[in-house]
């Protein structure tokens, strides 16, 4: 089999920012909806995978990992709220007020709080840098099981989505392929029990950043 960085048309060297953008590239032409195929998807799904595994082992030594924010970016920051607590504590997932009320509650880091998201880095992507396992399966905009409800700010997705126009309009993006535009955003993760998303949802896949 070929090597992933061959899959991916990257050198061996790539840091994760040349990865994730030859991966956005490739499975953007690959996707099933493009015209693309199942296997091909999967293929550049796998080797970016493995790539972004290789990366963040211990023996992996790259040359430079320093981070280089474009002139002029500020950065993104995201509040997010794990909408089990939603649920526990009997609110609408739409109220407005949802963050204000959970300010108040004693909640766990992995239930409530903010990080920082990169400039060409999906929300997904943030969230897994930070310790999280955010819900996801095919990394590609083919499933809803990495969907979030953006209460705040603007996320843009890289490629069409199972999402409906309804859902969309609503705020509902993926986080594996949606990037921050606004510097702030407020997001309800693993919403997968909202109407309509079940029926979208594949076999999970979760990251543990511990392993
Ligand atoms: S994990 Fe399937 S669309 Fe994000």
């Known amino acids: 089999m070929a090597s992933p960085y061959a899959i ?25 909806d493009q015209g693309g195929s199942l296997e091909e998807f999967v293929l550049i799904k796998e080797a970016y995978e493995e790539a972004m595994h290789t990366l963040a082992s211990p023996d992996h030594e790259p040359a430079d990992v320093t981070y ?23 609110w609408a997932v739409d109220d407005p007020e949802n963050f ?41 905009g083919a499933c809803a099981n990495c969907a979030i409800l953006v209460v705040e700010g603007a996320v ?3 490629v069409n989505t199972v999402l409906t126009t309804r859902m969309r309009e609503r705020g509902i993006r993926l986080s594996c392929i949606g990037e921050p535009v606004t510097e702030h955003l407020a997001v309800i993760f693993d919403i997968g029990s909202l109407p309509g998303l079940a029926d979208l949802r594949l076999p999970a896949q979760q990251v543990n950043p511990a392993e």
Not at 77 to 89: C, F, G, I, K, N
Not at 104 to 129: I, M
């Open 8 to 32: 991916l048309d990257v050198p061996p060297t790539a840091d994760a920012e040349v990865l994730r953008a030859a991966y956005r590239s490739k499975i953007k032409a690959a996707h099933p």
């Open 68 to 90: 280089h924010p474009p002139r002029g970016h500020v950065g993104y920051t995201v509040s997010y709220l794990d909408h089990a607590v939603v649920r526990r504590e009997g």
């Open 100 to 140: 204000a009320r959970a300010e108040a509650l004693d909640l766990p880091v992995s239930e409530f709080g903010a990080f920082a998201v990169e400039h060409r880095e999906s929300v997904l992507e943030a969230a897994e840098r930070h310790g999280f396992s955010w819900p996801y399966s095919c990394r590609g």
């Open 156 to 158: 843009e997705m890289s």
